[in-house]
């Protein structure tokens, strides 16, 4: 009952949420009508989306094998669509990655801490190149995309990150984990509270990547294709809506909003997403920005839910989920 009670909060948030925005005029159905009647715009930017899903899957895979998990392409391809179901289903309740994980350890017993690592470092590749793009964007782009001053705002807060993310990946190839701080500590704490076993030994995991340099870089070379590819979609998306909004721009303000929609506040990045893509396209002189992430976000929901035929398939035989194995171990 508590968690029927609990998505009709959220269903009925969304739709407050989505009726508001289209009071104030930031959501127009007649745009949004427009743009599908440009067939060729559209089926561009979700091909472009689409083949994210390959690559995103092809990245996992890699970090699995670095951790000595070896599934099959088709496998961790269900597993991908699966969290992908969960992510837009149960955002806050039971995240996408944690499912993964759960499964993996069904398929590799003993290993889901470790597939948790594999999982999170997926995540710290795909958030780094994010910001990464978007610095580099900023830095060697033209000051007429955003106009000067909040140009120079964003170009020193964002290259401020690039190089933050830059000098986290050089202290993490440079250090041994024997001489991390942060290992030494959860270490000790493992020793003293059993408690504290998993956390250890996903961070173990994640360590584990130094000794896996080729995978690492590989990895952030897909995560920094992955992006812009998604930057091509929006793009295209913008041209579907009648917009012709600067490339760079693109490169600078898209890498932003998507960083907004991680927050898991309701499903598919609904309502953070739409409050960072229409300030970020303010900045670019469009208040379509809650057009272009509705037009993203069905992609989104169209995956999800293949991933959630995929998951009824799972149950189907047998493969279902239970409260006790919903911890990592």
Known sequence: MKSKITHTLKISFVIVVLVFLGQKGFISLEATQRAFQNTSSIAIAYCAFLSTTFLAMYRWNLLLKAQKIHLSLHKVFQ?????????IALPGAVSGDIVKAIYVGKEAPGKRAYAFSSILFDRVAGVSALILISAFSLIFGSKSDLGDEL???LQWLVGGLGAGV????LYWLAVKKEKDPAYLLLKKIEIKNKVFHSIFRTYDGLRAYQQERKTVFISLAISALIHICVIIGFKFLTQALGLELPWMGLFAVVP???LFTA???????????HAAFIAL?????SERGAD???LF???????GLIGGLVYLRFKSSGIALNAEEMEIN
């Open 151 to 153: 140009f120079n705002t």
């Open 256 to 258: 932003l909003g998507l």
């Open 263 to 273: 927050i898991p506040i309701l499903p598919a990045g609904v309502g953070t997403g």
């Open 166 to 169: 830059i000098l986290f990946f």
């Open 297 to 303: 976000v069905l992609t989104n929901i169209a995956l």
């Open 281 to 285: 396209f303010q900045l670019l002189g």
């Open 79 to 87: 597993l991908t669509l699966i969290g992908m179901f969960f992510n």
């Open 292 to 294: 272009t992430f509705n």
